[in-house]
T-cell receptor, first 112, second 115 residues
Framework: DSGVTQTPKHLITATGQRVTLRCSPR?????VYWYQQSLDQGLQFLIQ???????AKGNILERFSAQQFPDLHSELNLSSLELGDSALYFC???????????FGNGTRLTVT | KNQVEQSPQSLIILEGKNCTLQ??????????LRWYKQDTGRGPVSLTI?????NTKSNGRYTATLDADTKQSSLHITASQLSDSASYIC??????????????FGTGTRLAVRP
C-alpha cells in the first residue's frame, strides 16, 4: 500500500461531460502530481502542486484543471470530455527532492 | 529534447530464469534514474533510485546498473517468479528541478514470466 488514495477507481461518462478525480497524498507528503496513461502508452506528466500552490505544468490540456486544498488532497477536473481522454489517471505524492514518487492505483476513465 | 528509451518492448521468460532490461536516456543535466514496477491496473512502485555516482543498486532479486558516461542503465532480474510479470519503467530526473516536474518516463518493458 503506497498510502496514496485515489477515488473513484472507475468512471464511465459521456462525451462533453465533466468529471472530478480525487487524490489523497501519503501522510506528510506536500507534493502531489497528476499523470495520464493512455492504453499501452507511457506516463504523461500533467501537473504538480506543492503545499497548495501550482509548481509545474506538463502536457495538460486547457479543458483540464487541478487544485490542491489546505488539507493537501488534490482534485483533477476534466471538462468537455472527448473519447481520447479515456485513460488511467494516476496521482503520486512525494516528500520532495530525490525521494521516490508514491503512486495511487489510479482512476480508470472511460468516455463513451 | 529529453528522452528515455527502453528495450525490449516486451519479453517472455520461463520461471526461474534471469533477464535484463535496458534503458537509454538523453536527459540533461542528469540528476537520478529510477526503476519502477507497474502491475497491470496498478500504480507504479519504486524499485531503485540511482544518482550520478552510483553504479549499482540492488533491491532483493532486482539489480540496477548505471553508466552515466554512456547514459545507459539496466535492470537485472534474478531467478524470476510469476509475480515479476509486470511493466518495468525507467524514469530519469533532470538536475536542478523539483521532483516530478521534469521527470522523463520511458514507455516501459512488459515482462511476462511463464511457469
Amino acid at each position: 500500500d503506497s498510502g496514496v488514495t485515489q477515488t473513484p477507481k472507475h468512471l464511465i461518462t459521456a462525451t462533453g461531460q465533466r468529471v472530478t478525480l480525487r487524490c489523497s497524498p501519503r501522510s506528510g507528503d506536500l507534493s502531489v502530481y497528476w499523470y495520464q496513461q493512455s492504453l499501452d502508452q507511457g506516463l504523461q506528466f500533467l501537473i504538480q502542486y506543492y503545499n497548495g500552490e501550482e509548481r509545474a505544468k506538463g502536457n495538460i490540456l486547457e479543458r483540464f484543471s487541478a487544485q490542491q486544498f489546505p488539507d493537501l488532497h488534490s482534485e483533477l477536473n476534466l471538462s468537455s470530455l472527448e473519447l481520447g481522454d479515456s485513460a488511467l489517471y494516476f496521482c503520486a505524492s512525494s516528500a520532495g527532492g530525490g525521494s521516490p514518487l508514491h503512486f495511487g492505483n489510479g482512476t480508470r476513465l472511460t468516455v463513451t | 529534447k529529453n528522452q528515455v528509451e527502453q528495450s525490449p518492448q516486451s519479453l517472455i521468460i520461463l520461471e526461474g530464469k534471469n533477464c535484463t532490461l535496458q534503458c537509454n536516456y538523453t536527459v540533461s543535466p542528469f540528476s537520478n534514474l529510477r526503476w519502477y514496477k507497474q502491475d497491470t491496473g496498478r500504480g507504479p512502485v519504486s524499485l531503485t533510485i540511482m544518482t550520478f555516482s552510483e553504479n549499482t543498486k540492488s533491491n532483493g532479486r532486482y539489480t540496477a546498473t548505471l553508466d552515466a558516461d554512456t547514459k545507459q542503465s539496466s535492470l537485472h532480474i534474478t531467478a524470476s517468479q510469476l509475480s515479476d510479470s509486470a511493466s518495468y519503467i525507467c524514469v530519469v530526473s533532470a538536475k536542478g528541478v523539483s521532483s516530478g516536474d521534469k521527470l522523463t518516463f520511458g514507455t516501459g518493458t512488459r515482462l511476462a514470466v511463464r511457469p
